[in-house]
């Protein structure tokens, strides 16, 4: 069983800024590939960034620049700086982490999302 608890979504101005953060508990061995989605209304989910356990990253194209994703293992949390916000950002963003169990079985395991609305 994995937890995941979200939190820093909330509403900002455009040019504004947010940090998200995902903490992982349960019986995981080892967090592999985490990231953040995210679903706007009306609007299927999209991917925002991802980061392996290498630390290797990648960026959805409206979001490169302005927004980064870092984690740190031992507290097994993964965060999402966003930067320079605007409306088109706002949607709820979903954490998502791939690992393994102390079993070593493979798991995929989402947040519960948290709002981010960016308006004036």
């Known amino acids: 069983q994995v937890q995941l608890v979200e939190s820093g979504g909330g509403l900002v101005q455009p040019g504004g800024s947010l940090r998200l953060s995902c903490v992982a508990s349960?019986?995981?061995?080892?967090?592999?590939?985490v990231g953040w989605y995210r679903q706007a209304p009306g609007k299927e989910r999209e991917l925002v960034a991802t980061?392996?356990?290498?630390?290797?990253?990648n960026y959805a194209n409206s979001v490169r620049g302005r927004f980064t994703i870092s984690r740190d293992n031992a507290k097994k949390t993964v965060y999402l700086q966003m930067n320079s916000l605007k409306p088109e950002d706002t949607a709820v963003y979903y954490c998502?982490?791939?690992?393994?169990?102390?079993?070593?079985?493979?798991?995929?395991?989402w947040g519960q999302g948290t709002q981010v609305t960016v308006s004036s």
């Open positions: 980061i392996t356990n290498a630390g290797s990253t």
């Open positions: 349960g019986s995981i061995f080892r967090l592999n590939t």
């Open positions: 998502n982490v791939q690992g393994l169990f102390y079993t070593h079985a493979a798991f995929t395991s």
